[in-house]
Nanobody, 115 residues
Framework: QVQLVESGGGLVQPGGSLRLSCIAS????????MGWYRQAPGKQRDLVAT???????NYSDSVKGRFTISRDNAKKIVDLQMNSLNPEDTAVYYC?????????WGQGTQVTVSS
């Protein structure tokens, strides 16, 4: 069982920045493919970014050049730095761990971009 706890959401103005963090449990964190997903009201949950244990990264086209995913295997943390935020980024953001094709999810953290 893997537990994930997110933090760092909130309200930000368009053009602003936020940093999300996710702390994971488990003894083999470096084996997990970690990711961030988001779900806006009335929409499906979509991929934002993923990062493998050895640092291979994938971003959705909508966030490329604005968001940066990173991880610290020793601290069992994965972060999402979000810059140049716009109202379309408003959603609940979920941390995900893919552990040998089993998905674990955090409780989600709300990000609202509004003036």
């Amino acid at each position: 069982q893997v537990q994930l706890v997110e933090s760092g959401g909130g309200l930000v103005q368009p053009g602003g920045s936020l940093r999300l963090s996710c702390i994971a449990s488990g003894s083999r964190f470096s084996w997990y493919v970690m990711g961030w997903y988001r779900q806006a009201p009335g929409k499906q949950r979509d991929l934002v970014a993923t990062i493998t244990g050895d640092g291979r990264i994938n971003y959705s086209d909508s966030v490329k050049g604005r968001f940066t995913i990173s991880r610290d295997n020793a601290k069992k943390i994965v972060d999402l730095q979000m810059n140049s935020l716009n109202p379309e980024d408003t959603a609940v953001y979920y941390c995900n761990a893919d552990v040998f094709d089993t998905d674990y999810w955090g409780q989600g953290t709300q990000v609202t971009v509004s003036s």
